[in-house]
């Protein structure tokens, strides 16, 4: 994303290594089946680890984050993370609720506990 929308043409990409010339050790190679633009690092070594780890970019520190899951996107293959549900938000909610109300209420709050997973993941990254 650059600017607020996806890359999908080398000259956006272009645009964004002007903008920001730390994104230069990035070339494109391929597309998403949505047409956006995917990347190759220049800086990864052939044992896949950063050059200059320290140094890395944000998009790589941050790599893979929840927002590839929301987005019906998931982990490239072979990249050693998976995403899987922690815990799921609607166990989490009955549980605060039920701390706070004297477990009154505890396992009646949803009428369809699987909409409640699927609507509201509770979700993070694990490595392989």
């Known amino acids: 994303m650059f600017r607020d929308k996806p890359i999908t043409s080398p000259e956006r990409f272009d645009l964004m290594v002007r903008e920001h ?3 230069e050790r990035l070339v494109p190679n391929g597309r998403t089946t949505r047409g956006e633009l995917l990347f190759a690092c220049t ?4 044992n896949n680890t950063c050059r200059d780890y320290e140094n890395r970019l944000a998009v790589c520190r941050d790599y893979p984050g929840t927002d590839m899951y929301l987005s019906g996107a998931g982990a490239l293959p072979g990249c ?3 995403f899987v549900f922690a815990r799921p938000f609607c166990d989490i909610l ?6 706070h109300s004297g477990n009154h209420y505890a396992g009646t709050i949803f009428v ?3 909409e409640s997973v699927k609507s509201t993941p509770n979700i993070r990254a694990k490595e392989h």
């Open 94 to 99: 009955e549980e605060k609720i039920a701390r």
């Open 80 to 82: 050693g993370y998976r």
């Open 43 to 46: 800086w990864l070594e052939h």
């Open 112 to 114: 369809n506990r699987q």
């Open 21 to 23: 010339p730390e994104f």
